[in-house]
């Protein structure tokens, strides 16, 4: 996407640039308006941020900071935020990503999110894996979970052609490892291979196992089986007890 930098001063922004600013974006559709403030300007950030909230393809040069706090204040959603911020301050921010996937799901579904996200930080914290990355993996696993019909196809036919026949309600966790690479510059193997494989357990990665026991059994699921319990002495143990019960519950609603 091309990028088109303004040098101004812009303070106070007067008519003349606003009218010229609107001016370039008329003729440079497929751009990104990017200002730039004058080094010696300590005006121009307070100034410009009442303007620049009125038009969505206005961004901050050089200051990834004011970058984040930015797509929160124009309330980008996630479909669009990768191409406005190409950089990978945005999946270390968890404030930042917490924001974007409660645009993307229903309150019911972002309370559960949070829900797994938080299980999936503590497990990992008891098994000495990164917190970060685990809570990422919770945060981000059903972010398509709730998308329009035959968004799953679309991206399966293209990418991932042989999950085309997979049961339609785990068709998300196979689609989330595209949408997030896509959108997100998001290429972290072990995250999206846990996301992946959050629906049908076929992966044996500590994250993987961590991320398909905090999914299952997030305390708002209100399922009290002692599995959980038992994730944070034996996670291998609780993993294969948990899949065996899913298995069963499967079998019961054939």
């Given at each position: 996407?091309?990028?088109?930098?303004?040098?101004?001063?812009?303070?106070?922004?007067?008519?003349?640039?606003?009218?010229?600013?609107?001016?370039?974006?008329q003729?440079?559709?497929?751009?990104?308006?990017c200002?730039?403030?004058?080094?010696?300007?300590?005006?121009?950030?307070?100034?410009?941020?009442?303007?620049?909230?009125?038009y969505?393809?206005?961004?901050?040069?050089?200051?990834?900071?004011?970058?984040?706090?930015?797509?929160?204040?124009?309330?980008?959603d996630?479909?669009?935020?990768?191409?406005?911020?190409?950089?990978?301050?945005?999946?270390?921010?968890?404030?930042?990503?917490?924001?974007?996937?409660?645009?993307?799901?229903?309150?019911?579904?972002?309370?559960?999110?949070?829900?797994?996200?938080?299980?999936?930080?503590?497990?990992?914290?008891?098994?000495?894996?990164?917190e970060?990355?685990?809570?990422?993996?919770?945060?981000?696993?059903?972010?398509?979970?709730?998308?329009?019909?035959?968004?799953?196809?679309?991206?399966?036919?293209?990418?991932?052609?042989?999950?085309?026949?997979?049961?339609?309600?785990?068709?998300?966790?196979?689609?989330?490892?595209?949408?997030?690479?896509?959108?997100?510059?998001?290429?972290?193997?072990?995250?999206?291979?846990?996301?992946?494989?959050?629906?049908?357990?076929?992966?044996?990665?500590?994250?993987?196992?961590?991320?398909?026991?905090?999914?299952?059994?997030?305390?708002?699921?209100?399922i009290?089986?002692?599995?959980?319990?038992?994730?944070?002495?034996?996670?291998?143990?609780?993993?294969?007890?948990?899949?065996?019960?899913?298995?069963r519950?499967?079998?019961?609603?054939?």
């Open positions: 996407m091309k990028e088109l930098v303004i040098l101004s001063d812009f303070s106070p922004l007067n008519y003349e640039e606003i009218s010229k600013i609107k001016e370039i974006h003729k440079n559709r497929d751009a990104i308006i200002l730039k403030k004058r080094e010696d300007n300590n005006l121009f950030l307070p100034t410009l941020n009442s303007f620049i909230a009125k969505p393809y206005l961004h901050l040069a050089n200051n990834e900071k004011v970058d984040i706090d930015l797509a929160i204040h124009l309330e980008l996630m479909d669009n935020i990768y191409k406005y911020y190409r950089h990978d301050l945005l999946i270390k921010d968890i404030e930042l990503m917490k924001y974007l996937t409660s645009k993307k799901m229903s309150a019911k579904r972002f309370k559960h999110t949070i829900g797994v996200a938080h299980v999936a930080s503590k497990l990992a914290m008891a098994y000495h894996y990164d970060n990355k685990a809570y990422l993996a919770g945060l981000l696993h059903d972010i398509v979970k709730e998308v329009r019909e035959g968004f799953y196809d679309e991206y399966l036919k293209y990418y991932d052609p042989t999950k085309l026949e997979a049961p339609n309600p785990i068709k998300h966790s196979y689609v989330a490892k595209y949408y997030l690479r896509e959108h997100l510059n998001l290429y972290d193997g072990d995250i999206l291979d846990a996301i992946y494989h959050h629906t049908d357990g076929l992966s044996n990665s500590l994250l993987a196992k961590i991320l398909y026991i905090a999914d299952k059994r997030e305390p708002n699921r209100n009290d089986d002692g599995i959980l319990d038992l994730a944070f002495i034996d996670i291998h143990r609780a993993f294969k007890e948990l899949k065996l019960d899913v298995e519950y499967i079998k019961r609603h054939e």
